[in-house]
């Protein structure tokens, strides 16, 4: 007759749910948006204008506080979710719309350095890989005439494939010769910018008769179909980075490459025993990532400018790895994470335009978004979370190979 362990309490789910990496993002950016709103009300003039007579009428500065956090947070959500001002329904989801045409290139670009993050590999260079992404679809995209749907199929492809050599580059210097990888994708991007501000000062790829840094006009049939009409910006780009996300998913979870990059990515050494070339996932992990990045490229030459810039790729590739990071390195965390970071860009510029509240804002809050998603046990600390191990509680398996099975081990 065997002996079987009492079932868990319920407390003991909830416990590992509060200790989960999902609720500790979720509370940075809570977080986040609480610091960033005491400084949205330090600098309102009327929250300055009533801490003269605070201790007369405390309420005054605690009501005139809430009123300019929350506007700017109202104005915020309005300009990047939802806008019931809007006289037609196609108005009022317009700025959904956006959020999700500026969320297409940081959801493809921070699943670039979320697979690198997989592998090992902190890839700082996606804004280089952008860079040179968007040049090899842009010069296919303005030069090349080609039949509808070819072209622009053409277009993403030169797109990937541009950025994929730049990021194997990265991979073949880390493999073969030990270079860091932070160092060298920081020089390659500037190298990238550079090097496509020199293209568009050349006859291949300036417009005839400008004297400025810009490349012709890409043909229709290069560009991306608007997804829901003419009235929105919105493209099919957006349709290719959830596919990404999929794809993205698909490799690290159930394909065999995705099994040898995240063993290279755990440990190095013990893969290269296991008899798993180290070289190889380095130079793959970091040409998908290279690729993805291309893909954003594509999103910003093919269906948002329309045209090739020095500034085509922003800050986007910067911004993909705090999109990564706050993703904890997984494609639909990552996914989430871009189009929270769609709205954050989206929404800022109405905020400041109805509420005066400066667009830095949404920087700093960002950057503390970082630096709380850097920093769990400041979190767990102030949240009063329980670490991973108290998420057991007092039945707790008695031995390790238990714990792996339960997956007590978070």
């Not at 210097?173 to 293209?199: D, P």
């Amino acid at each position: 007759m065997t002996t079987q362990d009492p079932p868990a309490p319920e407390s003991s789910l909830v416990a590992r749910v509060m200790t989960g990496n999902a609720v500790v993002a979720v509370l940075a950016v809570m977080l986040s948006l609480i610091v960033g709103g005491v400084l949205i009300a330090v600098t309102d003039e009327r929250v300055a204008a009533t801490a003269g007579y605070f201790f007369s009428r405390p309420q005054d500065l605690l009501g005139a506080a809430w009123s300019a956090a929350s506007g700017a947070y109202i104005a915020l959500f309005q300009g990047a979710v939802f806008n019931p001002r809007g006289d037609t329904f196609a108005r009022m989801i317009y700025p959904l719309t956006q959020t999700l045409t500026v969320a297409t290139p940081l959801i493809c670009a921070g699943l670039g350095v979320a697979l690198a993050f997989r592998a090992g590999l902190f890839n700082i260079g996606a804004q280089g890989q952008i860079l040179i992404g968007a040049s090899f679809a842009g010069w296919v995209g303005f030069t090349l005439h080609l039949p509808v749907g070819f072209h622009l199929l053409l277009v993403i492809a030169a797109g990937m494939i541009g950025g994929a050599l730049w990021g194997a580059l990265v991979g073949v210097l880390k493999a073969r010769t030990g270079a860091h990888e932070v160092i060298v994708t920081i020089m390659l991007n500037y190298i990238a910018a550079n090097l496509v501000l020199f293209l568009l000062s050349t006859p291949a790829f300036q417009r005839p008769g400008s004297t400025n840094p810009i490349s012709p006009q890409l043909d229709a049939t290069a560009l991306y179909p608007p997804l829901l009409g003419t009235g929105f910006r919105l493209h099919w780009g957006f349709v290719l980075a959830v596919l990404a996300t999929v794809v993205v998913w698909w490799l690290l979870n159930r394909s065999t490459i995705g099994f040898e990059l995240r063993a290279v990515g755990a440990n190095a050494h013990a893969a290269r025993t296991a008899g798993i070339s180290v070289t190889k996932g380095y130079i793959t992990a970091m040409a998908i990532a290279g690729a993805l990045a291309g893909l954003a490229g594509v999103a910003q030459v093919a269906g948002t400018e329309k045209v090739l810039t020095s500034g085509v790729a922003a800050s986007f590739g910067f911004d993909a790895i705090t999109v990564a990071l706050l993703g904890r390195s997984s494609p639909w965390g990552t996914f989430a994470a871009g189009v929270l970071f769609g709205a954050f860009r989206a929404g800022g510029v109405t905020m400041q335009a109805s509420t005066g509240t400066s667009i830095d804002i949404v920087l700093v809050v960002q950057s503390l978004i970082v630096l709380f998603i850097a920093a769990p046990p400041l979190v767990r600390a102030l949240f009063r979370l329980p670490t991973a191990g108290a998420a057991l509680g007092p039945r707790a398996p008695r031995n390790l190979s238990a714990a792996a099975t339960t997956g007590g081990a978070v």
